[in-house]
């Protein structure tokens, strides 16, 4: 589904991602973490094609898309769903306007088909009746289900996760985990969640990537990333 072949990012003189090389399988949850500053966004961001690497090759099923232009990755990404770190809703549009916003912009669809597929997928993260309210009649955990209700509009084949559990509590980040883990079986996607959240990588993941000062450091099932002695890897663990 994913390969990331001897990419790396440099900004001005600065590396930001050092020769990374990651495959990522079909229906896989792989889990990206790291501390603040370590690549794992860069990372993130290079996969959905919003930069380039300096170096290297992304290659996502069969096409290459570091070296493509802004329509040809446009075509790329309706494969692709996206959950933003703070949601990313339009206040000014209503849920069910802000769910259909890519139906509207990349299909020849008719409204009500369009409302139709918008009343369907905010059922399936659990938000029925809530498509005429506005985002700041929303909680924080709903916000997040309508980001996510809004990335699998269009039936896509990977969903990428920007720190989905920032700024909830406890109780609504086991939520949005368990949100995570039933979309995956529901709709067979890849998923690739970037987190600082070490309790939540090892609940929902297949495998964990350990990005540190650039360096992809680790990659392993979670049982084997348990027993990684690796400093900085321990270091994630001393809290679970």
């Known amino acids: 589904m994913i390969k990331i072949k001897n990419v790396s990012k440099y900004f001005g003189t600065k590396a930001a991602l050092k020769n990374i090389n990651l495959e990522i399988s079909d229906g896989e ?3 990206i973490i790291g501390g603040s500053g370590s690549g794992k966004s860069t990372l993130l961001k290079l996969m959905i094609g919003l930069i380039q690497p300096t170096e290297g ?8 898309i570091s070296k493509m232009n802004e329509d040809e ?3 790329i990404r309706l494969k692709m769903g996206m959950v933003f770190q703070y949601s990313a809703l339009f206040d000014s549009m209503t849920v069910g306007d802000n769910v259909a916003f890519g139906l509207v912009e990349h299909t020849n669809f008719d409204k009500n088909k369009i409302k139709k597929i918008v009343l ?3 059922k399936q993260v659990g938000l029925d009746g809530v498509e005429n309210l506005m985002p700041n009649e929303l909680s924080g955990g709903m916000k997040k289900r309508v980001s ?4 699998i509009a269009f039936e896509p084949s990977i969903i990428f996760y920007d720190e989905p559990s920032s700024g909830l509590d406890p109780i609504m980040t086991d939520k949005i985990d368990e949100l995570i883990i039933e979309t995956q079986k529901a709709l067979n996607v ?12 090892c609940r929902i993941a297949d495998r964990i990537a350990m990005v540190y000062g ?10 084997n990333f348990k027993n990684i002695e690796d400093s900085r890897v321990k270091a994630f663990f001393r809290h679970i």
Do not use: F, P
Not at 148 to 151: C, D, E, K, P, V
């Open 214 to 223: 650039g360096e992809l450091i680790a990659v392993d099932t979670v049982e």
């Open 57 to 64: 090759e992304i290659w996502i099923d069969n096409d290459e």
């Open 190 to 201: 890849t998923s690739i969640v970037v987190t600082h959240d070490m309790v939540s990588a």
């Open 148 to 151: 996510l209700a809004r990335a």
């Open 120 to 122: 369907q997928k905010l």
């Open 29 to 31: 949850t792989l889990a």
């Open 73 to 75: 990755i446009t075509k």
